[in-house]
């Protein structure tokens, strides 16, 4: 069985299945093996990896769980008599560390949301045109994006939440065009994520925002049908990445990472993917990145053929695939948008405790909260759930650990309050 231990629980004769940390990070060149060495082990306890995933069939089991600490506990036991009955939303919970939560001042939002709105409208047009131009069979241009490239890179930079929100509202008509420029912010976000060098920045969104040219070749009739495609409407429709790194290899300064994953974002970790059936091991970290990024925006955005899902289902329907993705990369991916998962322990204003039910309609950043206990009361409080994306409303302060609050199962406590009716 596997069991998910914190990395300085680690001993020797454990049986390390993987080290959660982006593959850049990794220590050590074979990603499972049985710790018997302890320069292997302090390896591990001194770099950045926080949590590790052991297998008790093959070494070591996991050490018991220490008592919650009476000192910081929730004393009033309220949350956990929710009614047998009550429909329980199943947490996503993933162990956390205290953080604090920085957002812009309400003034400084506006502001950015303005800037950002405007360069999402610039970057519609020049798009277009480039598309068009490509659809002439004119050489791609890659040159007389790049000012657009940086300034979608200067709006993520300040805060990636507010670019991508414009950019997922796309109506059918303009989806290809603002899913480039979307996944073009999507690939810097998760490049500065993953501590990529700022050198490549630039050729990762650059190579987001060409990643679909070759759908320039396939009929309109095609790409914005609603209904199922025939198998040689597929056939065209899997033509593209060639087509795509057809027409971006004739064109004159192209990075080879635009090449790339032009060529290779529909492509699977398990070898299922096209056009290639490539599999994890001829996969480069642009690729993994980019299928992560166009899927991610593919579902979360209105098309012909079906209608958008919410940034946490979207994700949490991605890490269920498997087999598609790097699994690694895409919880980088999930930190990266900064998205609190349902079930996520967090610290209002006024010193009260909340649990994250879902996320704003209007900003996937922002969460919707559920209040339930008063630090400073130390006591239970009314539910209350709360937007935290409307104007004026609770901020929120912090993410915090359960067990710093005294939860010994917070799994337990967080179904039951998720289960509770509340009103708004
Ligand atoms: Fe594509
Ligand atoms: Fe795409």
Same mark, same amino acid.
Request: proline content about 6%; hydrophobic content about 40%.
């Given at each position: ?32 093996? *049985? ?37 910081? /506990? ?18 996503? %919970? ?9 957002? %812009? ?58 670019? *991508? ?29 993953? @501590? ?12 987001? *925002? ?53 060529? @290779? ?36 955005? /209105? @098309? ?42 967090? @610290? ?77």
């Amino acid at each position: 069985m596997l069991h998910r231990i914190r990395t300085s629980q680690l001993e020797l004769g454990m049986f390390v299945h993987s080290l959660e940390c982006s593959w850049l990070d990794h220590p050590f060149w074979r990603s499972r093996f *049985l710790l018997t060495d302890p320069d292997q082990l302090e390896t591990i306890l001194s770099s950045d990896v926080d949590w590790v995933e052991i297998d008790d069939r093959k070494g070591k089991g996991p050490p018991k769980p220490e008592p919650a600490r009476p000192s910081a /506990q929730v004393k009033n036991p309220s949350i956990v008599s929710a009614s047998p009955n009550a429909t329980v939303m199943q947490p996503i %919970l993933r162990p956390v560390e205290r953080r604090e939560i920085k957002r %812009l001042s309400p003034r400084e939002r506006a502001a950015e949301v303005r800037r950002a709105s405007s360069a999402i409208n610039r970057s519609r047009t020049e798009v277009m045109n480039l598309f068009a131009d490509a659809r002439l069979g004119n050489s791609v241009k890659s040159d007389k994006m790049a000012p657009l490239v940086e300034r979608i890179s200067s709006s993520v930079n300040i805060d990636p939440s507010i670019i *991508l929100n414009i950019a997922r509202l796309k109506t059918k008509d303009e989806y290809t065009y603002l899913h480039s420029v979307a996944v073009c912010a999507l690939m810097i976000n998760l490049g500065r994520k993953l @501590r990529l060098p700022e050198s490549q920045i630039h050729d990762i969104g650059m190579a987001g *925002l060409l990643h679909d040219v070759g759908k320039t070749s396939i009929p309109d009739e095609i790409l914005l049908k609603p209904g199922k495609l025939e198998e040689a409407e597929w056939t065209t429709v899997r033509n593209h990445p060639q087509r795509g790194y057809d027409m971006l290899s004739a064109s004159e300064g192209v990075s080879e990472i635009a090449l790339e994953v032009c060529l @290779r974002h529909h492509e699977k970790m398990d070898g299922t993917g096209y056009p290639g059936k490539l599999a994890a091991e001829d996969l480069s970290v642009f690729t993994r990145m980019s299928s992560i990024c166009d899927v991610y925006d593919a579902i979360t955005s /209105q @098309r012909p053929y079906n209608v958008p899902l919410s940034a946490s289902r979207a994700l949490a329907k991605m890490q269920s695939w498997s087999g598609h993705f790097d699994q690694l990369i895409l919880r980088d991916f999930v930190d990266s948008l900064g998205i609190l998962p349902v079930g996520t322990l967090v @610290r209002l204003d006024r010193n009260e405790l909340a649990i994250v039910i879902g996320e704003s309609p209007s900003d996937f950043s922002a969460p919707i909260v559920r209040s339930f206990h008063s630090l400073d009361k130390d006591a239970a409080i009314e539910h209350q759930d709360i937007d935290t994306g409307r104007p004026k409303s609770r901020n929120l302060v912090a993410v915090e650990n359960p067990e710093d609050m005294g939860f010994s199962d917070w799994s337990t406590a967080a179904s039951n309050l998720l289960a509770k009716p509340a009103a708004m």
